[in-house]
């Protein structure tokens, strides 16, 4: 166990992508663990952060930090108009329509309970059916059953095949007259599916149901659009795409976000309050309740600026380049399996080696310096799909090398061995 990696640096997989100079930018990336050098393989749990994001919070504290929208006074101004040019800045990344139909919320979890519990008190009757799938996340199926339960409706999945892709020949049955909503994942965290969404969408909207995606994989590897997809509603997480935790993005289109009521009460979403009523502000305020997450929305704006300085196309080609060569060489290990198989996939991979358990090999490579997640990653139900407790998943960033790819297979191999005795 004790041979290291010889570098993390390596020439990038895409000509013309300095995959040196991007982890340049990622000061966590320069530390060691465990005395070795770290291999980052945790990127879809929470990826790390670039200096430019770190300063941009730390400027924020130093230098602006007072709260925003009403305060006459010079450091207020400062802090709304950084904060205001964050949703600007959201709203160009999903390419929205409008700064309207940017909401700030905590993360995707909070973007999902927002409209879940926003169709619970004005659309689902009982009897009405919400659509979900087999691979989704905790995050978008325990709001839909508190929906439901609290309404009469009925949640309905659509199943996962072997491989790890959607039923598609199922969907059109389970779009009935009473469903009221499909919520779906872009992309599975834990298997890296990209789903048919365009076709979903198009679909539902068919027979005129709304459909929300779960973008929180999809935003930091994919271009997205939320105009050219027509999605009713789309929420992605700061913290996968490089900024900073605590905030997120919930896009609705404007016509939706006019008719459903606020998801909380109290400041900065209303016009005018009396004990016998209360007048509800304008969109996006509607929906953001409260004293705002004023920093990390400046971080946010950051790494959206970071991203956007960079050539995507690329980027996204150097991480499916580390999906193709990871996959190949995991598969060369005895008795590895890999969790789903999607023709369509990003850069995640989950697997099982026989009777291993996948505590006891994230154990052992985290003795090596690598960070990898093991477990059901929120997704209990579709290891009970699979017949399996969990996996052990290794997810890729813009800054991983193939080095790091070839220590991990070499990693494993190490920690296979000791575990057979």
Not at 362 to 375: E, F, Y
């Amino acid at each position: 166990m004790t041979e290291q990696i010889k570098s993390v640096k390596a020439p990038s997989v895409v000509p013309g992508f300095d995959v040196n100079k991007i982890r340049e930018a990622f000061p966590l990336l320069k530390r060691t663990v465990r005395g070795m050098p770290l291999v980052f393989l945790d990127s879809a749990a929470s990826s790390q952060k670039p200096r430019v994001v770190i300063d941009a919070i730390s400027n924020y504290y130093e230098q602006h930090h007072a709260n925003v929208h009403r305060g006459v006074y010079a450091l207020s101004a400062e802090a709304t108009d950084l904060f205001e040019d964050a949703r600007n800045a959201a709203a160009r990344f999903l390419n929205a329509g409008s700064t309207r139909e940017i909401i700030f919320t905590r993360g995707t979890t909070e973007g999902i309970n927002c409209i879940s519990t926003c169709f619970e008190r004005a659309i689902l009757q009982p009897g009405d059916e919400v659509l979900i799938s087999g691979m989704e996340h905790h995050s978008n199926i325990v709001p839909w059953q508190i929906a439901c339960e609290q309404t009469g409706a009925h949640l309905r999945v659509l199943p996962v095949t072997d491989s790890g892709e959607l039923r598609m020949d199922l969907l059109d049955g389970l779009l009935t007259e009473r469903t009221r909503i499909v919520s779906i994942v872009h992309v599975s965290n834990t298997l890296g599916t990209i789903n048919p969404v365009e076709e979903i969408i198009r679909r539902a909207h068919a027979k005129d149901i709304p459909v929300l995606l779960d973008g929180a994989q999809a935003a930091p590897h994919m271009i997205i659009d939320v105009q050219a997809l027509d999605v009713d509603f789309y929420v992605c997480s700061s913290h996968k795409m490089y900024g900073p935790t605590g905030i997120g993005i919930l896009y609705g289109k404007e016509e939706w976000l006019e008719r459903l009521p606020p998801y909380q009460g109290g400041g900065e979403m209303i016009r005018e309050v009396t004990f016998e009523k209360t007048e509800y502000n304008d969109l996006p305020y509607k929906f953001e309740a409260g004293t705002p997450n004023i920093a990390d929305a400046i971080g946010l704006a950051a790494a959206i600026r970071f991203l956007e300085s960079l050539p995507r196309d690329e980027v996204l080609k150097h991480e499916h380049e580390l999906l193709k060569a990871a996959t190949q060489t995991l598969t060369e290990i005895e008795g590895l399996r890999i969790i789903g198989e999607a023709a369509d996939k990003t850069s995640v991979i989950s697997f099982v080696i026989d009777d291993l358990h996948p505590h006891d090999i994230g154990t052992l490579l985290d003795q090596q310096g690598i960070a990898v997640r093991t477990g059901h990653h929120c997704t209990e139900p579709l290891m009970n799909r699979y017949g399996i407790p969990g996996t052990t998943r290794a997810s890729f960033g813009m800054y991983n090398t193939l080095d790091e790819v070839e220590f991990l297979c070499q990693a494993l191999r190490r920690a296979v061995k000791m575990l057979r005795g």
